[in-house]
């Protein structure tokens, strides 16, 4: 059975990604809101072709903005149910690589998404200073402060640049905790393993500062904020749960 799950979600996948993100790239020229729906489309026929449910607490705390939001990488399905699920338009900060990919790419690029090349720093600061900008101007950016998915599902440490764009941007930053997203497509693996997929959105936290101490300060505070609505294995050890995950976590024996 996860056999035929699988090889009908990559043949969805397949064919919603030619369909949606072409009609993403010419319904673009009509509408620059156009292209954040169907990607919003895009991420929801994926999420229910592999059987994921996403469950999402927190949305209160996406009132206002914009915001930078944070959240931990645990693989491909965080990227559907941010799209499918999300409440606000956003844009994303995503590796250059996937915009080369055909189809996929264009429609990123029209959706007005944000290409970073991590091998070149001079580039990478470019576009950390597009984002801070994209945010000034009132579009909230999703991105992954790990730079990489988790082949665990565990938490890793953050990348600086982030916190410096935050600061840049003058912009607050909201916290999201991924849990469950690395069951479905486990790193090594292509099989799809339907399941739950959490998402915590946590309340928006102020830089405080522009010197690097501040912004240390900033990545722990985001960090400890993601962990804190982690399970125990996820955020690699014990870490203070916040009031509202706590009784969840007694709830749930732990897990959530």
Same mark, same amino acid.
Request: charged content about 20%.
């Given at each position: 059975?996860?056999?035929?799950?699988?090889?009908?979600?990559?043949?969805?996948?397949?064919?919603?990604?030619?369909?949606?993100?072409?009609?993403?790239?010419?319904?673009?020229?009509?509408?620059?809101?156009?292209?954040?729906?169907?990607?919003?489309?895009?991420?929801?026929?994926?999420?229910?072709?592999?059987?994921?449910?996403?469950?999402?607490?927190?949305?209160?705390?996406?009132?206002?903005?914009?915001?930078?939001?944070?959240?931990?990488?645990?693989?491909?399905?965080?990227?559907?149910?941010?799209?499918?699920?999300?409440?606000?338009?956003?844009?994303?900060?995503?590796?250059?690589?996937?915009?080369?990919?055909?189809?996929?790419?264009?429609? $990123?690029?029209?959706?007005?998404?944000?290409?970073?090349?991590?091998?070149?720093?001079?580039?990478?600061?470019?576009? $950390?200073?597009?984002?801070?900008?994209?945010?000034?101007?009132?579009?909230?950016?999703?991105?992954?402060?790990?730079?990489?998915?988790?082949?665990?599902?565990?938490?890793?440490?953050?990348?600086?640049?982030?916190?410096?764009?935050?600061?840049?941007?003058?912009?607050?930053?909201?916290?999201?905790?991924?849990?469950?997203?690395?069951?479905?497509?486990?790193?090594?693996?292509?099989?799809?393993?339907?399941?739950?997929?959490?998402?915590?959105?946590?309340?928006?936290?102020?830089?405080?500062?522009?010197?690097?101490?501040?912004?240390?300060?900033?990545?722990?505070?985001?960090?400890?904020?993601?962990?804190?609505?982690?399970?125990?294995?996820?955020?690699?050890?014990?870490?203070?749960?916040?009031?509202?995950?706590?009784?969840?976590?007694?709830?749930?024996?732990?897990?959530?």
């Amino acid at each position: 059975m996860r056999l035929v799950r699988s090889v009908f979600f990559y043949l969805v996948f397949f064919v919603s990604t030619i369909i949606i993100g072409s009609l993403a790239v010419i319904g673009s020229f009509v509408s620059s809101a156009w292209a954040a729906w169907m990607a919003g489309v895009w991420g929801n026929v994926n999420l229910w072709a592999a059987g994921v449910t996403v469950i999402l607490s927190g949305t209160q705390n996406l009132e206002g903005g914009p915001y930078i939001l944070a959240s931990n990488h645990q693989g491909w399905f965080d990227i559907f149910a941010a799209l499918g699920k999300l409440p606000i338009k956003f844009s994303w900060l995503a590796k250059v690589e996937l915009f080369k990919v055909p189809v996929l790419g264009q429609a $990123m690029a029209r959706a007005g998404y944000i290409p970073i090349d991590r091998g070149d720093r001079r580039k990478a600061f470019a576009s $950390m200073n597009q984002v801070a900008e994209v945010v000034r101007q009132g579009t909230s950016v999703f991105v992954f402060p790990e730079g990489t998915r988790s082949a665990d599902g565990v938490i890793k440490d953050f990348k600086k640049g982030v916190f410096a764009l935050a600061v840049k941007s003058e912009q607050p930053i909201v916290p999201i905790s991924i849990s469950g997203s690395y069951r479905i497509l486990p790193k090594d693996s292509w099989m799809i393993h339907p399941g739950v997929i959490r998402f915590t959105i946590g309340k928006p936290i102020m830089s405080t500062g522009a010197d690097a101490k501040s912004r240390e300060t900033l990545l722990q505070e985001v960090r400890e904020a993601i962990r804190a609505n982690l399970t125990t294995e996820e955020a690699g050890g014990e870490r203070k749960a916040s009031g509202e995950t706590a009784g969840v976590l007694s709830q749930n024996g732990g897990n959530i």
